[in-house]
T-cell receptor, first 117, second 113 residues
Framework: DADVTQTPRNRITKTGKRIMLECSQT?????MYWYRQDPGLGLRLIYY???????NKGEISDGYSVSRQAQAKFSLSLESAIPNQTALYFC????????????????FGPGTRLTVL | GESVGLHLPTLSVQEGDNSIINCAYS??????FIWYKQESGKGPQFIID?????DKRQGQRVTVLLNKTVKHLSLQIAATQPGDSAVYFC????????????FGKGTLLTVNP
């Protein structure tokens, strides 16, 4: 979805390096999410944010941190990258403010392929 | 914990045939379901959704069926085309106020010309 962008699209780094993945959205959504996707494991939630001041851990938050700089921006950091963090990372957004009421549909960015050597 | 699962990891069909992709869920509290399509190298793309107060919903060439009695969800694609080749996975929202989704692992659909 072009309304959700992620940078970089690909990144190769070394063990121990600090890495930041960025996500921006123009959908006006209040909620944002970070997932990782590994073959055979599906999408797993790392962190989610319901608004700028509300950040929550997901099921696999260890080794990661996030920052919600503005409603439209949500970044994911790997403090000290390790090889088992090699994966596809997706940002997603959703909204609680549609005119029709609550919607749980999440819209995804194109992903970042991260390789940790 | 409860999770969404899929019956078949792969499905191969001929172009023009109808495709049916299945999904089982175990959380009876789930009240919202989504089907996503993920093409190689891309992010998941929303296809269609359905709430638990419905048992069928139709879109363009796609239909989602929900059977709450047996906790089963299916995605039907009519007149499957090569461009439909992708991984399809379902997601459920288990209700409550947090609106988090639980995703299935996906089914790879291959359309043969």
């Amino acid at each position: 979805d072009a309304d959700v962008t992620q940078t970089p699209r690909n990144r190769i780094t070394k063990t121990g390096k600090r890495i930041m993945l960025e996500c921006s959205q123009t959908k006006g959504h209040d909620r944002m999410y970070w997932y990782r996707q590994d073959p055979g494991l599906g999408l797993r939630l790392i962190y989610y944010s319901f608004d700028v001041k509300d950040i929550n851990k997901g099921e696999i938050s260890d080794g990661y941190s996030v920052s919600r700089q503005a409603q439209a921006k949500f970044s994911l950091s790997l403090e000290s990258a390790i090889p088992n963090q090699t994966a596809l990372y997706f940002c997603a957004t959703s909204s609680t403010k549609f005119p029709k009421g609550r919607t749980d549909t999440q819209y995804f960015g194109p992903g970042t392929r991260l390789t940790v050597l | 914990g409860e999770s969404v699962g899929l019956h078949l990891p792969t499905l191969s069909v001929q172009e023009g045939d109808n495709s049916i992709i299945n999904c089982a869920y175990s959380n009876s509290a789930s009240d919202y379901f989504i089907w996503y399509k993920q093409e190689s190298g891309k992010g998941p793309q929303f296809i269609i959704d359905i709430r638990s107060n419905m048992d069928k919903r139709q879109g363009q060439r796609v239909t989602v069926l929900l059977n709450k009695t047996v906790k089963h969800l299916s995605l039907q694609i009519a007149a499957t085309q090569p461009g439909d080749s992708a991984v399809y996975f379902c997601a459920e929202n288990s209700g409550g106020s947090n609106y988090k989704l639980t995703f299935g692992k996906g089914t790879l659909l291959t359309v043969n010309p």
